[in-house]
């Protein structure tokens, strides 16, 4: 028997309560209603009613030891956590309305959507409700009405009626993972919407990620705001017939945006003469062009079934004839060989990884198992980048760093502007205090801040015999490559970003 953690119930007005014993810090509530919690003992029926889950919970089965001592014959009854919870909460069948609670969720998506967040957060503290949407990379709290104070609610509602892949109902004090239907995804406008549930120290919480449509999106890597130099790397890199393209950054980074960006851009300049097949958990976007497809997996809780699922999807898509594989994310040991066997097979490869830096890619594709030969064939590896997104300042209410307001900007900070950007020469701005274009924030959307590198020979055995730190002070002081540094020195000379936000959501501006 797994001993689940204990949390103490409270008695409902009204209700008889039984207690397995004097001492015990839980109680367990008897009603012929069904009542939130582990288990429900109804004592004019003798039937004991179990949260479907909760079967094998210690207060379920000491309460069920209690009832056998006290020689009491009953039925049990599996019941769901949503019929539990609304009990519990006093409310009769009739007052829960799963439907309204949908409707109260589908607001909140829309909410969302509306400001263009990347995700929602649904947060329960000791039936506190706190909702928050990260705009522009930050979590803005929400504020309640009263149809949206009652997150404790709303998590259950989302996952028997709302979700495609996921469990049959909200097991409270578990983690759990599902994806918003389709039928509802269409109403939205989404393509998809990831959900992940946790237990917190005095309550759960729920994220979605929200998967906008943007096939018909006309960006371009150029209003993503690369630099020249930037672009005109990767666009050599994409007309390598062969080899690896890695991008990465932390989730959230624009990575997926980029891949994109790519795709068309190679579906454009080949006229639709090569076959480009993406392998994603799961397809965030549909390009005319682009063959998109996901992972085949039947339990997508089972981290090794993923694994091995990633990898017999790469190895699958090398007999579809492709010219370009696109993989979603070489996430651990099983893809990231998968992905190199499909670049040393002649075929063009763009893959994603979490790295810190463009050359930390070839340290995070060691530890994943790919051997030092492979990374250290420039023949192979064609192509390293890293990436943040940075929030931009309003141009409405932004203030020009002069010398009467620089006492405003920390010590440290001050030293590194004057030493490493165009201080003072009018251009430099600072975040505004938020006005009505910006929504009050002082910001307004954000940008790319990249660094690339497209490896030599040299380079890459510099990483071979010395290391990471030795091969990137080789690219940056005798191959005059560009770190992430640079390329954010020059959103803040041109104003476009304040100083601390650089800082904040990307690097020192000296560091290397």
């Not at 009263?146 to 996952?159: A, C, E, G, S």
């Not at 480009?276 to 799961?282: L, R, S, V």
Request: aromatic residues 6%; negative net charge; charged residues 25%.
């Amino acid at each position: 028997m797994s001993a689940l953690e204990l949390v103490p119930l409270v008695p409902v007005a009204n209700t008889r309560i039984k207690v397995p014993s004097e001492n015990s810090q839980w109680y367990i509530p008897a009603s012929k209603e069904a009542l939130r919690g582990s288990c429900l003992y109804d004592e004019d029926n003798n039937i004991l009613y179990v949260c479907d889950g909760k079967q094998t919970d210690i207060v379920v089965n000491e309460f069920m030891a209690s009832l056998e001592r006290e020689d009491i014959e009953y039925d049990i009854s599996v019941t769901t956590y949503e019929i539990m919870s609304a009990a519990y909460s006093g409310e009769s069948d009739s007052s829960y309305d799963a439907t309204e609670n949908q409707s109260i969720v589908l607001s909140i998506f829309k909410d969302a959507i509306k400001q263009n967040a990347s995700d929602i957060h649904l947060i329960d503290r000791a039936g506190k409700s706190i909702i928050k949407f990260r705009v522009n990379g930050n979590l803005v709290i929400q504020p309640l009405t009263h149809r949206t104070d009652r997150v404790k609610q709303l998590i259950p509602t989302i996952y028997p009626s709302m979700l495609d892949v996921s469990e049959t109902h909200h097991k409270e004090g578990e983690k759990q993972d599902g994806r918003i239907s389709k039928d509802i995804l269409k109403e939205l406008g989404l393509i998809g919407a990831r959900v992940s549930t946790t237990p917190t120290d005095i309550g759960s919480m729920m994220v979605i990620r929200l998967m906008k449509d943007n096939s018909k999106s006309n960006l371009t890597l150029e209003k993503l705001n690369y630099a020249d130099y930037h672009i005109s790397m990767l666009r050599t890199m994409q007309k390598k017939r062969r080899g690896i393209i890695i991008i990465s950054g932390e989730t959230g980074s624009g990575k997926t945006t980029a891949l994109e960006c790519i795709m068309r851009e190679l579906v454009a300049s080949t006229k639709g003469t090569k076959h480009i097949f993406t392998i994603e958990n799961p397809p965030e976007n549909s390009i005319d062009g682009v063959n998109h497809t996901p992972i085949v997996c039947e339990n997508f809780d089972d981290e090794t079934e993923v694994s091995a699922s990633w990898a017999r999807s790469i190895s699958s898509a090398l007999r579809l004839d492709p010219d370009v594989v696109v993989v979603g994310e070489a996430r651990d040991r099983a893809s990231a060989i998968a992905v190199f066997r499909a670049g040393m097979t002649g075929h063009q490869v763009y893959a994603t990884v979490h790295a810190n830096d463009a050359i930390s890619i070839l340290d995070r594709l060691e530890d994943e198992g790919i051997k030092m030969s492979l990374l250290s064939n420039p023949k192979l590896v064609t192509g390293l980048v890293n990436q943040c997104l940075v929030p931009v300042s309003c141009k409405s209410c932004r203030v020009k760093l002069t010398k009467e307001n620089e006492h405003t900007i920390e010590q440290g900070l001050l030293e590194r502007i004057k030493q490493k950007t165009e201080y003072l020469s009018g251009k430099l701005h600072l975040l505004g205090p938020g006005c009505a274009e910006c929504n009050k924030t002082g910001i307004e959307g954000r940008t790319v801040v990249a660094e690339m590198v497209m490896p030599s020979y040299e380079l890459l055995s510099t990483f071979k015999k010395e290391g990471n730190a030795a091969a990137r002070h080789y690219w940056i002081h005798r191959e005059n490559g560009k770190p992430l540094s640079y390329h954010l020195i020059q959103k803040v000379n041109s104003g476009e970003v304040d100083p601390d936000i650089a800082e904040r959501y990307a690097c020192l501006l000296d560091e290397e």
